[in-house]
T-cell receptor
Framework: TQLLEQSPQFLSIQEGENLTVYCNSS?????LQWYRQEPGEGPVLLVT?????EVKKLKRLTFQFGDARKDSSLHITAAQPGDTGLYLC???????FGAGTRLTVKP | GAGVSQSPSNKVTEKGKDVELRCDPI?????LYWYRQSLGQGLEFLIY????????KSGLPSDRFSAERTGGSVSTLTIQRTQQEDSAVYLC????????????FGPGTRLTVL
């Protein structure tokens, strides 16, 4: 099993702050997906990144895929309480997810 | 059509009893997955179906856990002789084609074993 490491495990910040969370592996990803799970609900797909060095933006969220395709980051600008949730990454050709980053944004 | 649905939404049972959890995937989705999420934790993969067959059941934690899928649609996860450590949210997801597709998750079944 090729493991995905996500960091930090927990993150608690104030509304308006910026943050970055990471997803890393020792092996190359063919492609990677980020999901967000809000409290009491199932995860929802945010983005799929495929090409090394790729950057995708989704409103205040910026996703980056490392040049070597072994790591990815998610940066949130001016976080809002609605961003609170569990952020999960998943190698697209694997059914397993990373352990996730649990983000809390305080008003 | 509708998204992935799961029933019941909540289930409270006594230790030692059997439980059945149901998942209705999105119509036309050939792949179906079960995950378990303990309180405050990430997703633990349990089993994957492609059609009615289960090519990967490596995540089932013990022989008390079993799952089946009939007609390429509805799936049932059965836990026999439940234990307190089985308490968790059980999530089902489906995707259009194999595990490379985007997964669409149901709301989960919260199982509490007393």
């Amino acid at each position: 099993t090729q493991l995905l490491e996500q960091s930090p495990q927990f993150l608690s910040i104030q509304e308006g702050e910026n943050l970055t969370v990471y997803c890393n592996s020792s092996s190359v990803f063919s492609s990677l997906q980020w999901y967000r799970q809000e409290p009491g609900e199932g995860p929802v797909l945010l983005v799929t990144v495929v090409t090394g060095g790729e950057v995708k933006k989704l409103k205040r969220l910026t996703f980056q895929f490392g040049d070597a395709r072994k790591d990815s980051s998610l940066h949130i600008t001016a976080a809002q309480p609605g961003d609170t949730g569990l952020y999960l990454c998943r190698r697209r050709n694997d059914m397993r997810f990373g352990a996730g980053t649990r983000l809390t944004v305080k008003p | 059509g509708a998204g992935v649905s799961q029933s019941p939404s909540n289930k409270v049972t006594e230790k030692g009893k059997d439980v059945e959890l149901r998942c209705d995937p999105i119509s036309g989705h050939t792949a179906l997955y079960w995950y378990r999420q303990s309180l405050g934790q990430g997703l633990e993969f349990l089993i994957y179906f492609q059609g009615n067959s289960a090519p990967d059941k490596s995540g089932l934690p013990s022989d008390r856990f079993s799952a089946e899928r009939t007609g390429g649609s509805v799936s049932t996860l059965t836990i026999q002789r439940t234990q307190q450590e089985d308490s968790a949210v059980y999530l089902c997801a489906s995707s259009l084609a194999r595990w490379t597709g985007t997964q669409y998750f149901g709301p989960g079944t919260r199982l509490t074993v007393l």
